[in-house]
T-cell receptor
Framework: DAGVIQSPRHEVTEMGQEVTLRCKPISGHDYLFWYRQTMMRGLELLIYFNNNVPIDDSGMPEDRFSAKMPNASFSNLKIQPSEPRDSAVYFC?????????FGEGSRLTVL | DQQVKQNSPSLSVQEGRISILNCDYTNSMFDYFLWYKKYPAEGPTFLISISSIKDKNEDGRFTVFLNKSAKHLSLHIVPSQPGDSAVYFCAAIITGGGADGLTFGKGTHLIIQP
């Protein structure tokens, strides 16, 4: 299995631009999580889905952030408009039995 | 309020010696704990876990100890090897109440010196 696949690996954009991060979970996993890693706050849960349905989005920082999971094999996280403080590594993870499998992350830099 | 705390941002240990990484939690409802290891430019990978009904779990060079009364767990690596240099995240979860995401600590950067 290829594992959790995230794209892009690196994104550099200017403040105000829309950013879309993508995730393909491991086939058969029915939970999908989006995390953000920063030096100050470590790993934070943003949102998670169960069977494509958002269950808890209380970690989403503000309305500029949105996430969707249109089907079992894809999810995206959008930031619009992006701000410099959104610069971080964004991880997607999937799970079936509780153990999380992480993607390699998308490093976002907002100038 | 941080529910899972790793108070040491970094730790330096000599190769061959024991590495001890500590983690404290505040939510007494947590009943399952995990350690993840993260290399630069990679996602965290699962290392070892422990249920709250146990106080010790061992897997090769890695042992996790849980002290529920102190709300404290630790990861022991014996002997430490250069490949163990990484960031280690402690995580906790309340099982049985749904699949809430893990609550992570901020991580401890372990550096193994030759």
């Amino acid at each position: 299995d290829a594992g959790v696949i995230q794209s892009p690996r690196h994104e550099v954009t200017e403040m105000g631009q829309e950013v879309t991060l993508r995730c393909k979970p491991i086939s058969g996993h029915d939970y999908l999580f989006w995390y953000r890693q920063t030096m100050m706050r470590g790993l934070e849960l943003l949102i998670y889905f169960n069977n494509n349905v958002p269950i808890d989005d209380s970690g989403m920082p503000e309305d500029r952030f949105s996430a969707k999971m249109p089907n079992a094999s894809f999810s995206n996280l959008k930031i619009q408009p992006s701000e410099p403080r959104d610069s971080a590594v964004y991880f997607c993870a999937s799970s079936q039995t509780g153990e999380l499998f992480f993607g390699e992350g998308s490093r976002l830099t907002v100038l | 309020d941080q529910q899972v705390k790793q108070n040491s941002p970094s730790l330096s240990v000599q190769e061959g010696r024991i590495s001890i990484l500590n983690c404290d939690y505040t939510n007494s409802m947590f009943d399952y704990f995990l350690w993840y290891k993260k290399y630069p430019a990679e996602g965290p990978t699962f290392l070892i876990s422990i249920s709250s009904i146990k106080d010790k779990n061992e897997d090769g060079r890695f042992t996790v100890f849980l002290n529920k009364s102190a709300k404290h767990l630790s990861l022991h690596i014996v002997p430490s090897q250069p490949g163990d240099s990484a960031v280690y995240f402690c995580a906790a979860i309340i099982t049985g109440g749904g699949a809430d995401g893990l609550t992570f600590g901020k991580g401890t950067h372990l550096i193994i010196q030759p």
